[in-house]
């Protein structure tokens, strides 16, 4: 039988093979517990590097997040994070040689020109009158220094050390103005002895600190801190400040608040750095020169006469006759001549004589309206100026007049520093002299350039010429003085000049317009020649209570006529007003224009 047959699956007899059962073998039990052991040892050892390779994935996982996290701080803080930059401060202050000093003036670091010599600091003149006192007055011509008090005005040239003033001699060890390729320099010591300001000054970088602002917020710092040019963290540093320090607190700036330091650095820090602002006054030993003045113990009742001859003065009886509380007559007698500061004069010791039996006072007006006349050659050279002066005062005193008033029209910007200057000089001679001193001024609007801040402070009185709303030049037809007009004239003024300096002027006139197909015309009528008019056209005047000025409009040869007239209503409305605002008194433009009737009513409100 072969193999197969040995090994098939049956016996001959066809019957399956029976499986030859091998003897079982008893196993040795210790060798059965170290096979066990030896299973579960390695088990375990899987179970470990198992675990091993499950920590070294997590830590690899945080390993990485870390870094990630670190790699996004980064970016975050070269994002966001504080800067450390410095800033130049030279550039900061604008100085771009040795010779130069950086300044800081109340709250701002301005563009200025400025030198030091020695121990003393020089600001270019422009800075010091634009910045710090507007009364320093350069004399291009003379290269001369000029400085207006109450009594006198110093004179000073370029290069000197000494000057005149009410207690003689005065000696400085340093060269008070200088002129260095054509700048005009002021010494800031010289500039500290007439202004109230305090000066301080600082090394690297050389720096002057100019503080003229009477109150100031200030607070105390809660912690150090460092101020940035900007308001935020990425902005260069100015400088550091430390817990208890003072800075003045200009504004907030959302988490920010700009800030100046005691050493002139103005810049931002964190609000959260900073105590509650408190108000401040500054400390100051300086003493403000006392402007005296003429104050009346009434109200101003005054009316402009037109005079234009000497045969003129001698109505001026006749022109009074009619008026009832008048206290004061302006006779326009002076006017400027020529450059030299000549005046041509109609003044009249017996139009005077006439007007104080009346019981008037007489302020004879000065006047530019001679066009052949340079107003600006006149006011910038001072000697003209001087003469000017001097002619006027010997006129006031030869006829005995009361006061001067200036109508100085039509002043450009270019001439405006020379103007109040002349208003300062003119103050100085009519306060030795006893005469009172008045300036006529537009209603405020584009006429700052006329400073009635400072004319209210060394003249008597400051009138509002307040009308012309709409004049000869006009676009478009209009009222000479509506009620808006006057209104905010005067609230404007009073925002510079005190109440009781400030007299407002009335319209005894108005104006007829007359539009036709050739352009808008209009006349200047007084009252009564235009309720003439009306009633001759056939038509009725109606209220505008816009205006607050009876208003009529008539066609007639094809032209359309349109007036608002002033009349007891009108001028009633503007009385009114002045009343409310417990003005100085009133001024009328002009004798002979007015109704009868008129007087009564503003004597009323002005005298009531």
Not at 242 to 264: P, Q
Not at 442 to 466: C, K, L, W
Not at 525 to 546: K, L
Request: charged letters at 30%; glycine letters at 6%; proline letters at 2%.
């Amino acid at each position: 039988m072969d193999m197969d047959e040995r090994r098939g699956k049956r016996r001959p007899d066809g019957r399956p093979a029976r499986k030859r059962q091998r003897p079982v073998q008893q196993q040795d039990p210790r060798r059965r517990n170290q096979e066990s052991r030896r299973q579960k040892e390695l088990e375990m050892r899987r179970q470990i590097r198992r675990r091993k390779k499950r920590r070294k994935r997590i830590l690899i996982l945080l390993l990485l997040l870390l870094i990630a996290v670190i790699a996004a701080g980064i970016v975050l803080w070269i994002r966001y994070g504080p800067s450390r930059e410095e800033a130049d401060k030279n550039e900061y202050f604008g100085i771009t040689d040795t010779s130069q000093v950086g300044l800081a003036i109340d709250n701002q670091i301005p563009d200025v020109k400025s030198m030091k010599e020695g121990s003393e600091v020089y600001l270019d003149f422009d800075s010091v009158h634009d910045y710090v006192n507007q009364r320093f007055y350069w004399d291009s011509n003379e290269n001369r220094l000029l400085y207006t008090l109450p009594d006198r005005t110093l004179s000073i040239p370029a290069g000197a050390t000494e000057f005149e003033s009410e207690d003689g001699t005065q000696t400085r060890d340093y060269e008070i103005v200088k002129v260095e390729n054509d700048t005009v320099y002021l010494a800031l010591d010289f500039v500290k002895e007439y202004t109230d300001m305090s000066l301080d000054v600082y090394e690297n970088p050389d720096r002057a600190v100019i503080v003229t602002n009477k109150e100031e917020n200030h607070a105390r710092v809660s912690k150090d801190t460092e101020v940035r040019i900007l308001g935020g963290v990425k902005s260069p540093i100015l400088t550091e400040i430390s817990k208890s320090d003072d800075v003045v607190v200009i504004e907030e700036a959302g988490s920010w608040m700009k800030v100046r330091t005691v050493d002139g650095y103005i810049g931002y820090v964190k609000s959260n750095t900073l105590e509650k602002a408190e108000k401040q006054t500054r400390k100051s030993e300086y003493e403000e020169p006392e402007y005296t003045n003429i104050q009346k113990d009434y109200k101003i009742n005054l009316a402009w006469h037109q005079v234009t001859s000497q045969a003129a003065n001698e109505n001026v009886a006749s022109v009074i006759a009619g008026t009832t509380g008048l206290t004061t007559i302006s006779p326009t007698w002076f006017t400027i001549q020529d450059t030299n500061g000549n005046i041509t004069s109609l003044a009249s010791s017996a139009y005077v004589d006439a007007a104080h039996q009346a019981g008037l006072e007489v302020w004879g007006l000065v006047d530019n309206f001679t066009n052949q006349v340079d107003t600006l050659a006149v006011l910038s050279n001072t000697q003209s100026r001087a003469n000017m002066i001097s002619q006027l005062i010997t006129e006031a005193q030869n006829s005995g007049l009361d006061g001067i008033n200036v109508d100085f029209e039509q002043i450009t910007e270019e001439m405006s520093d020379h103007y109040i200057q002349f208003i300062r000089e003119l103050s100085v001679e009519c306060r030795k002299n006893q005469i009172v001193l008045s300036v006529d001024n537009y209603v405020p609007g584009f006429t700052s350039h006329y400073n009635r801040e400072e004319q209210g402070i060394v003249a008597d009185y400051v009138i509002i010429m307040g009308y012309d709303e709409h004049f000869a030049g006009s676009e478009e037809a209009g009222s000479v003085a509506s009620i808006d007009f006057v209104r905010e004239g005067i609230t404007e003024t009073l925002k510079e000049v005190p109440k009781e300096k400030v007299i407002n002027g009335l319209p005894f006139f108005t104006r007829l317009w007359i539009e036709s197909s050739s352009g808008l015309t209009s006349q200047a009528i007084g009252m009564q020649e235009a309720e003439t008019a009306v009633a001759n056209a056939g038509v009725t005047a109606s209220w505008d209570e816009e205006t607050q000025q009876n208003y009529a409009e008539w066609t007639a040869d094809g032209n359309t006529y349109k007036i608002w007239l002033e009349d007891e209503q009108s001028l009633e409305a503007k009385l009114k007003v002045m009343q409310e605002y417990d003005l100085a008194g009133a001024a009328a433009w002009k004798l002979g224009f007015e109704k009868s009737g008129i007087w009564e009513l503003i004597s009323r409100y002005v005298n009531g």
